[in-house]
């Protein structure tokens, strides 16, 4: 049983984000929630009240009698409820007094003040909501794109946890066949054909793997897809981020080797969230920190999964190609390389044909050339057009995608246990072995879930939640 925290405690918190607005929430869960509320509230007797219903009253405080606000207070009964406490979500008026006056009156009538994440919690601790449930209500509130909210949802409604739910119960039946012979063992009796559960082993190890390599998809589209800006120096790369970002992020100089580090920052087109990454101007330098910029250049287009390679359109056609020669190989396989012809204003047509004839022989066949003028800020909706069609990410619907690092490290651990069970199988090992394999791929699988979780892992998922969730 996982330490709940005092979960007896009535406790209560502002919902709603800090600052002022035209309302605020102030949320109560616990066994006592109605007789503490009742001390200070002055409507409808709560005892009477039905579960999801609103009401008009007063906030009233008992020491001196005076009003502190109007509400309308909504009842939630257990086991109804996010928490599956009786819960009370009192909607007053937005000012920042109102709403602090308001808790410490809550906690002199006996609440106590929630910690972070602490609804959320119980919620888990109650049975309504699994731990990847759990974890995806805060990633619903951090969303900040359409594909990031629509997987957070997804999550929050338990998709991942059916799936879940359907390999623990196939790798349950795995291990009571296996230690079934194993109580058999001196009959020689086999009560699976070795060939069918390899078939079923592998059948598990590929949802497991499946689960395990969406988590590169699912983690840029959580933290932002990452599109590395790179060129040589002074083609315009931090003037293009700026437009981009709206926001004078970069520095913009005439000077060479200006930008030394890596600046990154998130914008949201068409839905999907990107993380764009400037870097170092590409050239020989003799200065060593500006080296160590190139260096982290070529590590960050490495990682990237879009690179815009922002070519400076006055520079001389025989120098493109051996900045090819630099760029091209480090471009991860799989991943999106768009070249971008910067300052096309200042090129006749000959120029900039030449320049496109230049790239086509260079470039991987399909590679999209975009034209632009960063400074005079044209053809960037191209550019724009460019970058979301780069953005090949499926649909949160279509299949379950992993966006959580502690969810991608728990379905390694068992993509490993289960690969181990495989080998075992193949080569005739004795049953018991193989049993201990697929109860580790199970315990790593419950971890996920919250079936199997150490308090201190609770406390340091649950400690990272807004305080009211």
Request: overall charge negative; some cysteine.
């Amino acid at each position: 049983m996982i330490d709940t925290l005092n979960n007896e405690d009535t406790i209560c918190a502002i919902s709603t984000p800090a600052g002022m607005g035209g309302i605020a929430v102030i949320r109560v869960s616990g066994a006592d929630a109605l007789t503490t509320v009742s001390r200070c509230w002055h409507g409808a007797a709560l005892s009477g009240m039905k579960s999801h219903t609103a009401h008009l009253g007063r906030i009233i405080d008992p020491a001196d009698g005076s009003l502190l606000d109007e509400v309308v207070l909504t009842l939630f009964r257990t086991p109804h409820s996010f928490t599956g406490e009786d819960v009370i979500e009192i909607s007053c008026h937005g000012s920042r007094w109102i709403q602090q006056e308001l808790v410490n009156l809550l906690i002199r009538c006996g609440c106590r003040a929630a910690t972070g994440g602490e609804f959320t919690r119980r919620a888990f601790s109650n049975g309504r909501l699994d731990l990847s449930q759990a974890e995806a209500v805060a990633d619903v509130i951090a969303s900040s794109s359409r594909a990031s909210h629509r997987i957070a949802m997804s999550q929050m409604r338990g998709d991942f946890s059916r799936e879940l739910s359907n390999l623990r119960e196939q790798l349950l039946h795995f291990v009571s066949l296996m230690e079934l012979e194993l109580d058999f063992s001196e009959e020689e009796v086999e009560f699976a054909d070795r060939s069918h559960l390899i078939a079923l082993a592998e059948q598990i190890h590929g949802v497991v793997k499946r689960l395990t390599e969406s988590f590169a998809v699912g983690n840029a589209i959580k933290n932002g897809l990452p599109v590395a800006i790179v060129g040589e120096t002074n083609a315009g790369k931090s003037t293009l981020l700026n437009y981009l970002l709206h926001d004078d992020r970069a520095l913009v100089s005439d000077i060479h080797g200006t930008t030394r580090d890596v600046i990154e920052d998130t914008i949201t087109l068409g839905g999907t969230l990107y993380r764009f990454i400037d870097t170092a101007g590409i050239r020989d330098t003799a200065d060593r920190i500006e080296a160590m910029g190139i260096e982290r250049t070529f590590s960050k287009m490495s990682q990237a999964q879009i690179v815009l390679w922002v070519i400076d359109g006055t520079t001389p056609v025989t120098a493109i190609e051996p900045l090819a020669a630099r760029i091209l190989p480090i471009v991860a396989p799989g991943n999106h390389l768009i070249a971008v012809i910067n300052k096309a204003d200042l090129l006749t047509e000959a120029q900039h044909s030449a320049l496109r004839q230049t790239l086509t022989t260079l470039l991987p066949t399909g590679t999209p050339t975009v034209s632009i003028s960063a400074r005079e800020r044209t053809n960037l909706d191209e550019l724009q057009a460019a970058l979301q069609a780069a953005a090949t990410l499926p649909e949160a619907d279509d299949a379950v995608i992993v966006t959580n690092a502690r969810h991608y490290q728990a379905l390694t651990h068992a993509g490993e246990a289960i690969v181990r069970a495989i080998d075992g199988l193949r080569q005739g090992i004795s049953g018991d072995f193989v049993s201990q394999d697929i109860r580790e791929c199970m315990h790593y699988l419950g971890e996920i879930t919250g079936e199997i979780t150490p308090t201190h892992i609770l406390t340091t998922i649950f400690q990272h939640f807004c305080i009211g969730k």
